[in-house]
């Protein structure tokens, strides 16, 4: 290898870390901010401004947020423990339950999509993923309307089926792709094994499509953890309201808790942040069904 | 004998089982989405205030929509903001995604720092954005106290700039889901026909540049589907970031229409602007879907 050349490779080398390191600060810089917010003193938020760690770090706002009563400005605080506590469990339970139902449809629906003959197959799909498309607000006055007939609205069964029937076609779409790149061979072999179509879907084919099913189950269940704009009006009280309608309520007339914000924040980031942290490579891998074709 | 049959009945029950499971929940999605969409149209049409009612009133919420200032303001916002963010993302995610498929160490490290943004929800994160953005605390404050006094970051105060910072905060959100979906174009691209160009002495940008991007036409379609979708649909950015303002200056077509639905009383006006909407959505997505179905029947 000629000196030039070496240098030339060198210095694309450190212009690829420099841009690694330039996106890493970009992408974690606001995280960390929350973070440091979350651990600073009230009064030390607006003084010091920026700092890589806060001059006295403190618990005061996490001892807010899971203590029983809190002392602020001289005057006793309610506890928002019990606030946190639920709105965490809301979040937790909506998001898994739209998880759990959305990909179990889309599991077999695409199949169905895929495999199966039934008139209008086509349209109907294109009916289905167009619907992707439309935005929550255009349903929105209709849909409030048949949920308050339904009974529905606060209840975990309803804000459970506007998320099925907001995320499904996006996970019917992947599906589709996951089970088109597949052979046809495969299940033909369990077929002439004997095995029923069903058993031959169940036994052979979903295993295979497990990262397809691990993509769809990452992408519903961030969704439905971030969602806003639904919660906001089918979950009124604290029986369904998740974290993201809870958190910018802390946010008083006259006075905006920065530091508890934030130490909620910090606590409501950590169920995504786990899945992302061990299940993205499925992510990759399923939505290469769906690019790469 | 009855056994054949019975097989028969047996099988064709299990055939059908999925149909018979799925079709109901099909039917049920496409109705309500579908039936729903025109009750919406139909609204548009109609004289309701804080609760529907059925008086027929033509184009009329149309008419006042169109000679609202607010609704040109969400109107042109959403074109700015669409734009910057769509063309922005693409170009970050694009580079991303070619830059972690250079085989490098740490990728399973980096894969997810980039993707967590994306996996966060605005709601929370965008306090941390609405600190580091507001001159009095964030960054330009910062910058005073480091000793550079001149200093000035003010585009979330600026009428003019503010629409800028939700582009700013939506890019940071989205680029490394961006990333994730080319990505998983480059790596379905068949390692042999690189190699075949390589070694007829194709430089790294013309295997770029001629190769892999035309290749990576599908998941430009999608990435840009999926972008234009979150465009249209991002309410909660412009909720925690500037909550509309300042002013109206950062109103978007959701924002618009959820304020003047459900807290401003109009709902035929909140309706037709959905509408409108729906009509743009349905201009763009519509030859995308049918393209994307053609190809794969």
Redesign the interface.
């Known amino acids: 290898m000629t000196p030039r050349r070496r240098i030339s490779q060198w210095s694309r080398r450190a212009g690829?870390c420099l841009?690694?390191a330039v996106?890493?600060l970009?992408?974690?810089a606001?995280?960390y901010?929350?973070f440091l917010?979350s651990i600073t003193p009230p009064g030390g938020?607006?003084s010091?401004?920026?700092r890589l760690w806060p001059e006295a770090a403190t618990t005061e706002h996490f001892a807010k947020l899971f203590g029983a009563t809190s002392v602020s400005q001289g005057n006793e605080v309610q506890s928002v423990w019990p606030q946190f506590s639920a709105a965490f469990a809301n979040s937790l339970i909506t998001s898994g339950l739209a998880t759990v139902v959305t990909v179990i449809?889309a599991a077999?629906?695409a199949?169905?999509f895929v495999r199966?003959s039934?008139p209008g197959k086509?349209v109907?799909?294109?009916?289905?993923?167009?619907?992707?498309?439309?935005?929550?607000?255009?349903?929105?006055?209709?849909?409030y309307?048949?949920m308050i007939a339904a009974g529905l609205i606060d209840t975990y069964a309803g804000v459970t089926l506007i998320y099925v029937?907001a995320f499904?076609p996006l996970a019917l779409w992947l599906m589709r792709s996951v089970y088109?790149s597949m052979p046809l061979s495969l299940e033909e072999a369990a077929w002439l094994d004997g095995a029923?179509?069903?058993?031959a879907f169940v036994q052979v084919v979903l295993p295979l499509a497990g990262p397809g099913l691990v993509a769809c189950a990452i992408l519903t269940f961030?969704s439905a953890?971030?969602?806003?704009?639904v919660p906001l009006?089918f979950s009124p009280t604290l029986a369904t309201k998740p974290?993201?309608?809870l958190?910018?309520e802390f946010v008083t007339r006259n006075y905006v808790d920065?530091g508890l914000?934030?130490a909620a924040?910090m606590v409501?980031?950590v169920p995504?942040?786990i899945?992302?942290?061990f299940l993205?490579?499925f992510?990759?891998?399923?939505?290469?069904a769906?690019?790469?074709? | 004998m009855a056994a054949p049959a019975e097989v028969d009945f047996r099988t064709r029950l299990q055939d059908s089982l999925p149909r018979l499971v799925l079709a109901p929940s099909f039917a049920a999605t496409l109705l309500f989405v579908y039936g729903f969409i025109l009750f919406t149209v139909y609204l548009s049409f109609t004289g309701s205030k804080m609760l529907p009612n059925f008086t027929w009133v033509g184009l009329e919420n149309y008419r006042k929509l169109w000679a609202l200032d607010a609704w040109w303001i969400a109107i042109s916002n959403i074109a700015v903001f669409a734009t910057l963010y769509i063309v922005i993302c693409t170009a970050i995610g694009l580079t991303l995604a070619i830059f972690l498929d250079q085989k490098i160490r740490g990728e399973g490290l980096l894969r997810p720092i980039y993707l967590y943004p994306m996996a966060l929800s605005f709601i929370v994160t965008g306090t941390a954005w609405k600190w580091f953005l507001d001159p009095g605390i964030g960054l330009e404050h910062t910058m005073h106290l480091w000793g550079w006094e001149s200093f000035s970051f003010t585009w979330i105060k600026d009428r003019n700039m503010a629409i800028y910072t939700i582009v700013l905060a939506a890019v940071w959100q989205t680029s490394g889901f961006v990333m994730a979906m080319f990505l998983a174009g480059l790596r379905g691209i068949d390692n042999e026909i690189l190699k075949a160009a390589q070694i007829d002495g194709a430089s790294n940008w013309q295997l770029y540049r001629r190769i892999v991007i035309p290749m990576l036409r599908p998941a430009f379609l999608s990435a840009f589907v999926i972008l234009f979708h979150l465009a249209i649909k991002s309410y909660d950015l412009v909720i925690a970031l500037t909550g509309g303002g300042p002013g109206r200056a950062t109103e978007l077509p959701a924002t618009f229409m959820y304020s003047y639905t459900f807290t401003r009383n109009s709902m035929g006006i909140g309706a037709s602007s959905a509408v409108i909407m729906l009509m743009t959505i349905a201009a763009i997505m519509v030859p995308y879907l049918y393209a994307e179905l053609k190809e794969k029947p």
């Open positions: 690829l841009g690694a996106m890493v970009w992408s974690l606001p995280i901010w929350s917010t938020l607006v010091s401004g920026l449809l077999f629906g199949w169905a199966l039934f086509n109907i799909f294109i009916a289905v993923v167009a619907t992707l498309a439309i935005p929550a607000y255009t349903v929105m006055i209709p849909l309307r048949l029937s499904l088109q029923s179509k069903l058993r961030l953890w971030g969602q806003f704009m009006v974290l993201t309608v958190i910018p920065y914000m934030n924040g409501a980031i995504p942040m899945l992302v942290l993205n490579r992510l990759v891998q399923g939505l290469m769906g690019a790469g074709k």
